[in-house]
């Protein structure tokens, strides 16, 4: 890639699902004969490390939002109380978080973890203007624990603190690359939009995002491409304007 690629985004918020920070099944299946059972797929962090600084030496500020579905997701099948299950998903969130700044670190980035419930002796509270300049000095900032309130997607907390933070777009990294017509993986016709409402998601429940998330994004006016994760280059590639994926905007 040339190194005068300059970015279309100055200001981005990154949402990484947990799923795609999770170990392939494949190579679940491996490490599980040798009794490894990792949440996290290390060479993936590696990689999103790697690419994330890559971008933050373009002149790009990187401000992440990741899930927590390699870990935890809602009741996972059984009657917990929802409250306190999301309390769970927060806490997992913050583990992500945590491991993100790690690798981050090992690559010479200079990273604050945030948290929406506080933790002091693990990161910092998130205060908008403090995220701000954390930005502004060239850090990334990881956000933990979703908004910090049970009832709320991490998709929606990331278009919240999109919006608070004044970014550009929300690059949304999932384990599929874009937003179909239907669900691919049981729909051979399903098509890729290129560009897709917000209102038309809601209307034909695509499922993409959380509705929550696309009802705010839209009275809001927030810009959302949602591309794959599962080569972390797409990061860099979606900041340069050269990814493939779906541009999600307000009607």
Same mark, same amino acid.
């Given at each position: ?15 990484? !699902? ?30 999103? *490390? ?16 990741? =899930?927590? =579905? ?22 997992? +969130? +913050? ?22 419930? $506080?933790?002091?002796?693990?990161? $910092? ?19 933990? =624990?979703?908004?910090?309130?049970? #009832?709320? !997607?991490?998709? %929606? ?6 919006? $608070? ?7 949304? =990294? ?7 017509? *239907? ?25 993409? @995002?959380?509705? %929550? ?13 949602? #591309? ?10 979606? @900041? ?6 779906? %541009?999600?905007?307000?009607?």
């Amino acid at each position: 890639m040339s190194e005068n690629m300059k970015p279309i985004y100055k200001r981005v918020l990154l949402k990484l !699902s947990g799923e795609a920070l999770a170990p392939s099944e494949e190579k679940r299946l491996e490490l599980a004969k040798k009794g490894e059972h990792p949440i996290l797929d290390y060479d993936m962090l590696e990689q999103v *490390a790697e690419v994330v600084k890559k971008c933050v030496e373009i002149g790009t500020q990187i401000c992440i939002i990741v =899930g927590a =579905g390699n870990i935890w997701r809602g009741r996972q099948g059984t009657n917990m109380d929802r409250t306190r299950a999301d309390h769970m998903g927060m806490l997992a +969130t +913050t583990i992500n978080a945590l491991a993100l700044q790690d690798f981050f670190e090992q690559k010479g980035v200079d990273t604050r973890v945030m948290t929406a419930v $506080e933790m002091k002796q693990y990161a $910092e509270p998130y205060i908008r203007n403090r995220a701000v300049s954390h930005l502004e000095k060239g850090r990334v900032v990881i956000l933990g =624990g979703g908004l910090g309130i049970p #009832f709320i !997607s991490t998709d %929606t907390a990331a278009a919240v603190r999109a919006a $608070e933070v004044n970014a550009d777009v929300i690059l949304m =990294g999932k384990n599929i690359d874009g937003i179909y017509t *239907a669900d691919p993986r049981k729909d051979p016709g399903a098509v890729r939009y290129k560009e897709v409402s917000y209102k038309e998601i809601l209307e034909k429940d695509l499922k993409a @995002i959380d509705s %929550t998330a696309a009802s705010f994004g839209n009275e809001n006016h927030i810009k959302t491409f949602v #591309f794959e994760l599962k080569e972390p280059e797409n990061i860099y590639n979606a @900041i340069i304007g050269k990814a493939e994926g779906t %541009t999600i905007g307000a009607e």
